[in-house]
């Protein structure tokens, strides 16, 4: 049992809090018996597991045995002072990050892609993933500027679909959508004034762009859209969040074109 906070363990899970120690490292961590749970079951590569000396989640400790994954347990005085939430459930695991080439989607011959330009807020990221995921999307591609798919709130957010769903992070989007308009039909979400979203042209290879909450999408990679669609909305609501605006637009895509492909 680690009883310091001053072991290099623990002093490797406190840098990974930072954007700038996942990227140095090339790691994250998760927290809680359920994502990790998930994690194990998608054979995501775990480098190893924490939990506290009080922590009494039996059938996880023996799933973490059985696939002799490397643990440790810790005080729980330490293990608070290392956890991300406000209530910790006394369990996180360290894993290496996936290395994803974004020119990888080039070769899908049948595709939905949600395409992702520098929305910033982690939790309106997490939950984009987990729609993209539950609407059968192929991936997503997060331009420069999008808050990092590891940062813990896109994690929790997210609710395991991280591990599903192939994520493309800090994408030069310009460069990539020039390159992927050759191969596939690029949409663009508006608040107002582009084709109703049930109306919009869907092909083989469909992409679907959410700006920036409070910018919506530059100009730079509107260049790069074929089309502009929009949410119709009969109400007196401005906007909507840009979480669940993308939510009805690809459950919207996904309906017909999973009714023709």
């Not at 922590?55 to 799933?63: A, I, N, P, R």
């Not at 006394?90 to 894993?95: E, I, K």
């Not at 994408?171 to 107002?192: G, N, Q």
């Amino acid at each position: 049992m680690i009883i310091s906070d001053g072991n290099p363990r623990i002093k490797l899970v406190r840098s990974l809090a930072s954007s700038h120690g996942r990227k140095k490292s090339g790691l994250y961590f998760i927290e809680g018996a359920k994502l990790i749970e998930e994690a194990i079951k998608a054979n995501e590569d775990i480098l190893f597991i924490v939990y506290s000396s009080d922590f009494g989640d039996s059938t996880l400790l023996k799933l973490i045995i059985d696939r002799d994954i490397d643990n440790f347990s810790v005080l729980p005085d330490v293990f608070v002072n290392i956890a991300d939430t406000a209530t910790p459930q006394g369990v996180l695991a360290v894993l290496k990050q996936q290395q994803r080439d974004w020119h990888e989607i080039m070769m899908l011959e049948h595709c939905l892609l949600l395409v992702l330009d520098a929305v910033q807020d982690p939790g309106n990221v997490g939950t984009m993933i987990r729609t993209a995921d539950a609407m059968g999307f192929s991936a997503v591609i997060a331009g420069r500027g999008t808050a990092d798919q590891y940062n813990p709130k896109v994690l929790r957010a997210a609710m395991g679909s991280s591990f599903h769903m192939p994520v493309y992070n800090d994408v030069p989007l310009p460069e990539a959508l020039t390159e992927l308009m050759e191969r596939v039909s690029v949409l663009a979400a508006v608040p107002r004034g582009g084709i109703d979203i049930d109306e919009a042209p869907l092909a083989d290879r469909t992409a679907i762009i959410i700006g920036n909450e409070a910018r919506g999408i530059s100009d730079k990679v509107m260049d790069n859209a074929a089309y502009t669609v929009s949410i119709g909305m009969p109400g007196r609501a401005e906007s909507l969040n840009a979480s669940i605006a993308a939510g009805i637009i690809m459950y919207e895509i996904s309906r017909r074109w999973y009714s023709t492909n």
